[in-house]
């Protein structure tokens, strides 16, 4: 697997120094008068990650592929139709053309990712300092010791609720001069990365003790970047639901429209504020 990692990213790197000799790209984003078309890029399924496949496969009837495969392509499908009505967008999903196959490729190869605090261009504060040590995805193996006088604030704080968001999975572009040479190619100027989808049973909150429903929920990280590669945004979104909603096709039209309208608002907000002023001062 590494090793065609490594062949990925050389390929990249090939690719992107071919393009941008071939053709100049300025990498200027348009102004805050004009609408700004948004690539938007899938999970990859490797950050895919469940613990209600099985029993969701078997409600369904169909395997634990196709899930994941359904909600990749429903959650994809919301994202676009409501960036379409607000912002316009390009879907590389969806578009059956072998070039953006595998430019799609090309994009993950280009990709590491890494567990942050949320950054937003819009509260300045938060786009340094971001790295939160994490071993791996799932917050296993062995943790950084606790400093004594930390523990205090540990046991303090312990009952409290969590802050929400305190961190998530963001998308590093090793190479950032693929967004330039993408936006020459699809005419694009916003970069929506969907970096993982998470659907996860909270055993410990029961909704209905009768019928053994728990609390379920979808998480989404996601990070934004504009054609510089500048990161505007990056966060988790998360939606709640419950257990006893099983039909996967249900699942995707109740919950993922509520994850769409928010990401097509955030996508909308920090492109506005990123965009350079185009008005004549008198």
Do not use: W
């Amino acid at each position: 697997m590494i090793q065609v990692r490594y062949i990925l990213q050389t390929c990249l790197f090939l690719v992107i120094s071919t393009m941008a000799v071939a053709q100049p790209v300025s990498g200027e984003l348009i102004g805050a008068d004009s609408v700004q078309k948004v690539m938007i890029i899938p999970f990859n399924q490797y950050n895919y990650f469940s613990d209600a496949d099985n029993e969701l496969a078997e409600k369904n009837e169909m395997s634990a592929t196709d899930i994941s495969t359904m909600f990749r392509y429903g959650l994809n499908y919301n994202i676009s139709t409501r960036v379409i009505a607000t912002d316009g967008a390009y879907n590389i999903l969806t578009d059956t053309t072998v070039s953006s196959a595998k430019d799609l490729e090309l994009i993950y190869a280009s990709v590491t990712y890494q567990f942050e605090k949320p950054v937003d261009v819009t509260v300045p504060d938060t786009l340094t300092d971001r790295t939160i040590k994490q071993p791996d995805l799932f917050g296993m193996g062995e943790q950084e010791p606790v400093k004594e006088e930390k523990k205090k604030l540990i046991d303090v704080k312990k009952d409290d609720e969590e802050p929400k968001n305190e961190k998530y999975l963001n998308a590093h572009v090793t190479h950032p001069e693929i967004f330039p040479v993408l936006q020459q190619k699809y005419h694009t100027d916003i970069f929506l990365f969907i970096n993982s989808f998470e659907l996860v049973t909270n055993y410990n909150h029961c909704l209905d003790r009768s019928k053994n429903y728990f609390e379920r929920k979808v998480v989404v990280h996601y990070s934004i970047y504009d054609a510089n590669g500048k990161q505007l945004k990056g966060d988790a979104m998360t939606v709640t639901f419950s257990s006893q909603q099983t039909n996967v096709d249900e699942i995707i039209a109740t919950q993922f429209p509520v994850i769409a309208e928010y990401l097509a608002g955030t996508v909308t907000h920090v492109a506005q504020t990123d965009a350079p002023d185009t008005s004549t001062k008198k």
